[in-house]
């Protein structure tokens, strides 16, 4: 069963379940729900797998949530319009990340089952949280590029729980971390199993290496110049040594650091949707907060659980 939801009135549902996550063909939505109160996402993922074509020079932004999305259109729009906006006149200064760059289904499919996207000038960059299996088909046909972006589970885990315990009303419970922790093994997790949703883009990368970008978070984190200039490449727009000598690296890397977009004021007091304080993007933005969150015995578990689900595919965390 499906049950539609408007994500803009947060209009929640008195029944709660588990969908499992949309197949290719399945029409009707992934409803992400925590039971007994909740929080929620229904996700309209059928308009896109139907209707959705793709054009060789479009970009499509993937991944889990909380694995680093924000930080990912920060940088995917930085680097796709160097050279054309002066120092100091970004649109990133004035507008979120998540209004530059539109998510398939919650900015675009959400209320709209075919959006007039023709229109847009290449190269068109979207995003999207859905499975890979789930894209829609015109995608995998066109020599379109997807850059995944991924992160330590763990850190992902605290990262969303926070963040959904924020979008909780504020007449209900707080969410147990024990019982997120529990959805997570099982994977009952938004958009799907993490295993499922990190297997399916790493090995599209494996196959199509071309086609697909992985990127690790912390990978990011620890050289951010090096990842820059792979993404471009990988884009078809590398770096020239003229840029670099100009600084093009410096600067984006520092435009969208965390600390500067956090202190932005579009990103302090701007909303998303008319619903999320942008500022929800922005926590810590920090490698192994986890620790300060699970107990020794809840990371054993999860590192184990990842070990066997991980196992064979040259995929480590
Ligand atoms: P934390 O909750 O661990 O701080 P997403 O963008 O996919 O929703 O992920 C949000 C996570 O990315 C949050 O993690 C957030 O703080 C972090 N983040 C946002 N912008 C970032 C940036 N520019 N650099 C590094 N991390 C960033």
Known sequence: TSTQYSINKMKLPVKTSWHPWLHKGEVGGY?????????????????????????????????????????????????????????????????????????????????????????????????????????????????????????NPLDQLISHWHFVSKLRRANVDPLPFEQVFEYFCSGKHNFGPFWDHVLGYWKASLENPNKVLFLKYEDLKEDITFHLKRLAEFLGCPFSMEEENQGFIDEISKLCSFENLKNLDINKTGRRLDMIPNSMYFRKGEVGDWANYLTASMAERLEKLMEEKFSGSGLTF
């Open 31 to 151: 409803t992400q729900v925590y039971e007994g109160g909740l929080t929620f996402a229904t996700v309209r993922g059928a308009g896109h797998q139907q209707h959705f074509q793709a054009e060789d020079t479009d970009i499509l932004l993937c991944s889990g949530p909380k694995s680093g999305t924000t930080w990912l259109k920060a940088i995917l729009f930085a680097v796709m319009n160097r050279g054309r906006y002066a120092s100091g006149e970004s649109p990133l200064l004035t507008s979120g990340p998540h209004d530059l760059i539109p998510f398939m289904e919650f900015d675009l499919y959400m209320h709209n089952e075919s959006p007039d996207l023709e229109h847009l000038p290449p190269p068109r960059i979207f995003s999207t949280h859905l499975p890979y299996a789930s894209l829609a088909s015109s995608i995998e046909e066109s020599n379109c590029k997807i850059v995944y972006i991924c992160r």
